[in-house]
């Protein structure tokens, strides 16, 4: 049986992948980290909670994603664990370099001392193009360079040199994905997207009376994240690692999706967007589109779900989720707390049980 560990199990990538890899036939290992709150509530939304096997990891911490490695023996390592949020990257510079950047050296070392034959999938961005396309409408492609403009996007351009350098230096199957920005009814609320869905799914229940937005005119490649985990697979099952670009070739404004999404929920968007300067950032990449002929090309991926279409199911969810809460329901995705057992792999003097 194939073997993965997947970093960031708990985020919106992790969750789908390790539901696609489950699907496969794949042994699903995944690292976790310990809050406060515990956060399975993805596992748990996509049913397939039991079904992995949990390993608590740091990104800060060496020794913990080594011992990832050796518990998991895995054959496909997939590291999507990141501080992901660009924003937050202009207030937290300093351990969004450590967790976004470091963290990819610090596991492609284990990678090469305890498992040289893992095949190692680093989850690159769109945000690495920054502000390369200058205003020209032209898509971004592998060749395209690499202007960062946020402390995020630089982490992740540390990342993804040092994924080339190991596979180069190390004979290490690595490769990286340049995604660009993917969405679902299982992304963070703090991504403008499911923002904007939820404020709106709101508004029309008569939860809210407006939506906070920052910078409307920003434009951006938006796919559905379930087809993007898909082409993460398909890397790691190529002859040789390559890195490609996968994004959808369309490209729209965050007031788009607002109108999209307005007009999916009933509500005229003049009435309730309410513009914050407090939610502009210090620099912000002004738009973005990528061509993924590479990848349709190489490894037949192609986008399938285009942008009303995500709209309106991010739109439809959130609103099936407020009637649901409104009528006493408990949001069905909501985990208590850590479970005893349920996967968890705990040490007991120094040795994981
Ligand atoms: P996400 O929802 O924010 O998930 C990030 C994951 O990393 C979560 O499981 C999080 O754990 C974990 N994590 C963060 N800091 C950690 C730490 N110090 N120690 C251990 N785990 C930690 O992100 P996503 O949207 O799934 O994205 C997956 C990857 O793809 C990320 O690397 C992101 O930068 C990259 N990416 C995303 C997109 C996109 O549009 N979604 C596009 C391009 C690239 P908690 O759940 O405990 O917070
Ligand atoms: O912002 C603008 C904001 O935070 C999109 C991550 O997954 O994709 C994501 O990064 C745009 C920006 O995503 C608000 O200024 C306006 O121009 O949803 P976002 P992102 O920054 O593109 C890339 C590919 C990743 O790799 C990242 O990990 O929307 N915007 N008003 C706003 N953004 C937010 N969050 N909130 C607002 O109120």
């Given at each position: 049986?194939?073997?993965?560990?997947?970093?960031?199990?708990?985020?919106?990538?992790?969750?789908?992948?390790?539901?696609?890899?489950?699907?496969?036939?794949?042994?699903?290992?995944?690292?976790?980290?310990?809050?406060?709150?515990?956060?399975?509530?993805?596992?748990?939304?996509?049913?397939?909670?039991?079904?992995?096997?949990?390993?608590?990891?740091?990104?800060?911490?060496?020794?913990?994603?080594?011992?990832?490695?050796?518990?998991?023996?895995?054959?496909?390592?997939y590291h999507l664990a990141a501080q992901s949020f660009v924003e937050a990257?202009?207030?937290?510079?300093?351990?969004?370099?450590?967790?976004?950047?470091?963290?990819?050296?610090?596991?492609?070392?284990?990678?090469?001392?305890?498992?040289?034959?893992?095949?190692?999938?680093?989850?690159?961005?769109?945000?690495?193009?920054?502000?390369?396309?200058?205003?020209?409408?032209?898509?971004?492609?592998?060749?395209?360079?690499?202007?960062?403009?946020?402390?995020?996007?630089?982490?992740?351009?540390?990342?993804?040199?040092?994924?080339?350098?190991?596979?180069?230096?190390?004979?290490?199957?690595?490769?990286?994905?340049?995604?660009?920005?993917?969405?679902?009814?299982?992304?963070?609320?703090?991504?403008?997207?499911?923002?904007?869905?939820?404020?709106?799914?709101?508004?029309?229940?008569?939860?809210?009376?407006?939506?906070?937005?920052?910078?409307?005119?920003?434009?951006?490649?938006?796919?559905?994240?379930?087809?993007?985990?898909?082409?993460?697979?398909?890397?790691?099952?190529?002859?040789?690692?390559?890195?490609?670009?996968?994004?959808?070739?369309?490209?729209?404004?965050v007031r788009e999706f607002l109108d999209v999404a307005c007009a999916e929920?009933?509500?005229?968007?003049?009435?309730?967007?309410?513009?914050?300067?407090?939610?502009?950032?210090?620099?912000?990449?002004?738009?973005?589109?990528?061509?993924?002929?590479?990848?349709?090309?190489?490894?037949?991926?192609?986008?399938?779900?285009?942008?009303?279409?995500?709209?309106?199911?991010?739109?439809?969810?959130?609103?099936?989720?407020?009637?649901?809460?409104?009528?006493?329901?408990?949001?069905?995705?909501?985990?208590?707390?850590?479970?005893?057992?349920?996967?968890?792999?705990?040490?007991?003097?120094?040795?994981?049980?």
């Open positions: 049986m194939n073997r993965a560990l997947i970093t960031g199990i708990t985020g919106q990538d992790g969750a789908y992948l390790a539901h696609y890899l489950l699907k496969k036939g794949y042994e699903v290992y995944g690292t976790y980290r310990r809050l406060s709150t515990p956060n399975f509530w993805r596992l748990n939304y996509l049913e397939i909670f039991p079904k992995v096997k949990l390993i608590p990891v740091d990104l800060t911490d060496p020794s913990s994603l080594g011992e990832a490695i050796t518990i998991s023996r895995p054959h496909e390592i990257s202009f207030q937290t510079p300093v351990s969004t370099a450590h967790m976004t950047g470091v963290s990819v050296v610090t596991l492609l070392e284990a990678v090469r001392t305890l498992s040289p034959e893992s095949r190692f999938y680093f989850a690159g961005t769109s945000e690495l193009y920054g502000d390369s396309l200058g205003g020209s409408p032209a898509k971004l492609n592998e060749d395209s360079p690499f202007k960062p403009v946020s402390p995020y996007a630089a982490a992740k351009l540390f990342g993804l040199w040092s994924t080339e350098i190991y596979n180069r230096a190390y004979d290490l199957f690595a490769c990286t994905g340049i995604l660009f920005n993917h969405e679902s009814p299982i992304r963070g609320l703090e991504f403008v997207t499911r923002k904007i869905a939820n404020e709106v799914a709101k508004i029309s229940v008569g939860l809210s009376d407006q939506i906070r937005l920052g910078n409307v005119e920003a434009k951006r490649d938006w796919g559905y994240a379930p087809e993007y985990v898909d082409a993460m697979w398909r890397m790691l099952q190529a002859d040789t690692p390559r890195m490609y670009v996968v994004a959808t070739g369309e490209t729209h404004s929920a009933g509500i005229r968007a003049d009435k309730y967007l309410k513009n914050d300067k407090s939610l502009h950032r210090p620099l912000d990449v002004p738009a973005l589109v990528g061509d993924h002929s590479r990848i349709t090309r190489e490894l037949h991926w192609k986008p399938k779900t285009r942008f009303d279409q995500l709209v309106k199911n991010m739109v439809r969810e959130e609103l099936s989720r407020w009637q649901r809460y409104l009528k006493g329901e408990v949001f069905p995705w909501d985990v208590p707390s850590y479970p005893d057992g349920h996967g968890i792999i705990r040490r007991v003097r120094g040795r994981a049980q």
